[in-house]
């Protein structure tokens, strides 16, 4: 079954640390893609980044970077030097290629809040 | 504002009443999804259309709730006979539907409150 895990419920910060947000996923799919979305107290999700599963060459964008593993099924992400508006709730998301294509549709996990601090 | 718009915000109704929302995604999106979302968790996945055709329902999808996109453009979800359990937050999303691994674009959610 699919499944997508963030262990950490709230994270708290003060501001310019980096903060790691946790992610393991479980799928019997050898093609899959994971998502990073953000929701901002105004409750619109945000796209952040996105990962294939046969790509796990790991990047930053900005001060946002991603760890994928597929050995220990982890796709972690880091905000570096983290600031107030950063304050949000991060959810880790999987979907599926499927027999018959990808239908786009998002397993999330159950969100870990963090708050970073002035 | 081209964004995916919801409508309207907040609903508080009765147990037993039918409610109905409304979603008016991106303009060029072919796909659209609808999501429930209660506090402390994460999205739930509950349909998606591709254009103007129903393609999955999950099975949090009762006999009460029944969602239409009749010319591929907004699409209504509308649950019938309330309870008290489906007070969350309604979320849509749409999609051009064209690469597999292509980001979804939300709106801010319908907040429903069941009394």
């Known amino acids: 079954a699919q499944k997508v895990t963030q262990a950490q419920t709230e994270i708290s910060v003060v501001e310019k640390e980096d903060v790691t947000l946790d992610c393991v996923y479980e799928t019997r799919d050898t093609t899959y893609y994971l998502f990073w979305y953000k929701q901002p107290p105004s409750g619109e999700l945000v796209f952040l980044i996105r990962?294939?599963?046969?790509?796990?060459q790991n990047e930053i964008s900005g001060r946002y970077s991603w760890n994928f593993q597929k050995s220990t099924s982890s796709f972690n992400f880091t905000i570096t030097a983290s600031q107030v508006v950063d304050s949000a709730v991060y959810f880790c998301?999987?979907?599926?290629?499927?027999?018959?294509?990808?239908?786009?549709?998002?397993?999330f996990g159950q969100g870990t809040t963090l708050q970073v601090k002035p | 504002d081209t964004g995916v718009s919801q409508d309207p915000r907040h609903k508080i109704t009765k147990r037993g009443q039918n409610v109905t929302f409304r979603c008016d995604p991106i303009s060029e999106h072919n796909r659209l999804y609808w999501y429930r979302q209660t506090l402390g968790q994460g999205p739930e996945f509950l349909t998606y259309?591709?254009?103007?055709?129903?393609?999955?329902k999950s099975r949090l999808l009762s006999d009460r709730f029944s969602a239409e996109r009749p010319k591929g453009s907004f699409s209504t979800l509308e649950i019938q006979r309330t309870e008290q359990g489906d007070s969350a937050m309604y979320l849509c999303?749409?999609?051009?539907?064209?690469?597999?691994?292509?980001?979804?674009?939300f709106g801010s959610g319908t907040q429903l409150s069941v009394l």
């Open positions: 998301a999987l979907s599926e290629a499927g027999g018959s294509g990808n239908t786009g549709k998002l397993i």
């Open positions: 990962r294939n599963s046969f790509d796990e």
């Open positions: 259309f591709q254009n103007e055709a129903q393609l999955e």
């Open positions: 999303a749409s999609s051009l539907g064209r690469r597999e691994d292509e980001k979804l674009f």
